[in-house]
C-alpha cells in the first residue's frame, strides 16, 4: 500500500479485556514507531523498533502494554487487561531509517468502558 | 525543561498575513528536525523536514540554528486551509532514534 496502514480505526473495548492494534507500515521502511495522544494532549512516545528489534521501549506506560514486530514489516501492539486511562489513540508511524521523515497511519481510536 | 518546547498559541491571524512560529529544543547532540501539522482528530502530516542551511517550499520557510538550538516556521500570504496545530519534532537525542513531539502551536487563520 502507499501508506501506513492501521487497524481497527475504531475499538470499543470492556475495562479489564485485552486489545491487540495492528500497524502496517510503508514497505521497505526500516523503523516503525508507537505513540499515542489522548484527547486534546500532545504525542507520547511509546516504543520504537528498527527492523524487529525494539532499542528503546521507554516509553511504554506499564508492563500491561507489549508490542512486536515480525519479518521486519507488521507491527502489533497489545494492552492487556485495559484500563480507562488506556483511552486514547494509538499511533503508528515508520521512516525509512531512523532519522528520515516519519509517517503516520490514520490512527486506532481506543475507548475502554 | 521539556525536550522540544513550542508556544502553544493560539494564533488568530487575518487571511493573507505572514506568521512565525518558533521552536527551542535542549540536547544540542539532536540530529534531524522537521515541522508536522496536525488536523484536528487526524494523524500527524509532515510539512517539511528543516536543514541548517534554511529550506523553503511555496509560502513556508523553515530555518534551524543549531548554536541557539532553535528552529522556526514562516508562513506567507496565510490561507484558511492553513488553519491547523503546527507540530515542532527533534529526532535522534542521545542515540536513539525516536521522534519527540512539541506539544504543539495553534494557528488559526481568519476570513
Known amino acids: 500500500g502507499a501508506g501506513v496502514s492501521q487497524s481497527p480505526s475504531n475499538k470499543v473495548t470492556e475495562k479489564g479485556k485485552d486489545v491487540e492494534l495492528r500497524c502496517d507500515p510503508i514497505s521497505g521502511h526500516t523503523a516503525l514507531y508507537w505513540y499515542r495522544q489522548s484527547l486534546g494532549q500532545g504525542l507520547e512516545f511509546l516504543i520504537y523498533?528498527?527492523?524487529?528489534?525494539?532499542?528503546?521501549k521507554s516509553g511504554l506506560p506499564s508492563d500491561r502494554f507489549s508490542a512486536e514486530r515480525t519479518g521486519g514489516s507488521v507491527s502489533t501492539l497489545t494492552i492487556q487487561r485495559t484500563q480507562q486511562e488506556d483511552s486514547a489513540v494509538y499511533l503508528c508511524a515508520s521512516s525509512l531509517y531512523g532519522t528520515s521523515e516519519a509517517f503516520f497511519g490514520q490512527g486506532t481510536r481506543l475507548t475502554v468502558v | 525543561r521539556k525536550e522540544v518546547e513550542q508556544d502553544p498559541g493560539p494564533f488568530n491571524v487575518p487571511e493573507g498575513a505572514t506568521v512565525a512560529f518558533n521552536c527551542t529544543y535542549s540536547n544540542s547532540a539532536s540530529q534531524s528536525f522537521f515541522w508536522y501539522r496536525q488536523d484536528c482528530r487526524k494523524e500527524p502530516k509532515l510539512l517539511m523536514s528543516?536543514?541548517?542551511s534554511g529550506n523553503e517550499d511555496g509560502r513556508f520557510t523553515a530555518q534551524l540554528n543549531r548554536a541557539s538550538q532553535y528552529i522556526s516556521l514562516l508562513i506567507r500570504d496565510s490561507k484558511l486551509s492553513d488553519s491547523a496545530t503546527y507540530l515542532c519534532?527533534?529526532?535522534?537525542?542521545?542515540?536513539?532514534?525516536?521522534?519527540?513531539f512539541g506539544t504543539g502551536t495553534r494557528l488559526k487563520v481568519l476570513a
Open positions: 528543516v536543514y541548517s
Open positions: 519534532v527533534v529526532n535522534g537525542i542521545g542515540g536513539t532514534y525516536k521522534y519527540i
Open positions: 523498533f528498527q527492523g524487529n528489534s525494539a532499542p528503546d
